[in-house]
Every structure is written in C-alpha cells, then in structure tokens.
C-alpha cells in the first residue's frame, strides 16, 4: 500500500519560514519524481515545486527564489523548504509522486499552511 504522508504545516507570519516534510512508503522511492502541488480556497491545485529522481528541480514562477525543493533517498522523504512566506502562500500542500515510465501516480492527504499576522 502507498502512502504519502506530509507534515509541517501551519500557521506563520508574513515573513516567516516553514519547512514541509512528506514521507513515502510502498513506492521505490527513489525512482520516483516527487513534487509539491497547492489548492488555496477556490482556485485549482497549482504546482508548486518538483524534483526528478536524478535531482533535477523546477519551481513556479511565483515561488522561484523563495522556495527550495529537495529529497533524501535515503530517508524515502522529499522537503520543501519555505521562506519569504507571503499571505498568498497560503494553501493546502499537496505531495505528489510519479513514476514517469508508466505514469503511476500517488497524492498525499494535503498539509494546511496558513500565512497570517
């Protein structure tokens, strides 16, 4: 059985920093491409980061220079790290797991942040 289970999530100042965590089991993780979507209230689900199995990251615009993707393999757990947070960070946290040779796919339970004085 798959799970993905993120964690890290909560409330934090304009500002601030938050690091999310999300830890995979039942998948060979490391071949996996592993990503971070977010859904704020009333808008679609939005990539938000993604690193490939060789280490290879993308960002979205608005986050690029903010936020830091990264994985470690051997803890089978892939960390966004989130700085400079914004009101507009806010969102549920998704993490994403994809095995692009076939196109499996897996979507952890979601983290909430809120970025809030």
């Known amino acids: 059985q798959v799970q993905l289970v993120e964690s890290g999530g909560g409330l934090v100042q304009p500002g601030g920093s938050l690091r999310l965590s999300c830890s995979a089991s039942?998948?060979?993780?490391?071949?996996?491409?592993m990503g971070w979507y977010r859904q704020a209230p009333g808008k679609q689900r939005e990539l938000v980061a993604v690193i490939s199995s060789g280490g290879s990251t993308n960002y979205a615009g608005s986050v690029k220079g903010r936020f830091t993707i990264s994985r470690d393999n051997a803890k089978n757990t892939v960390y966004l790290q989130m700085n400079s947070l914004k009101s507009e960070d806010t969102a549920v946290y998704y993490c994403n797991a994809v095995f692009l040779d076939d196109g499996s796919t897996y979507w952890g339970q979601g983290t909430q942040v809120t970025v809030s004085s």
């Open positions: 039942g998948i060979i993780f490391s071949i996996y491409a």
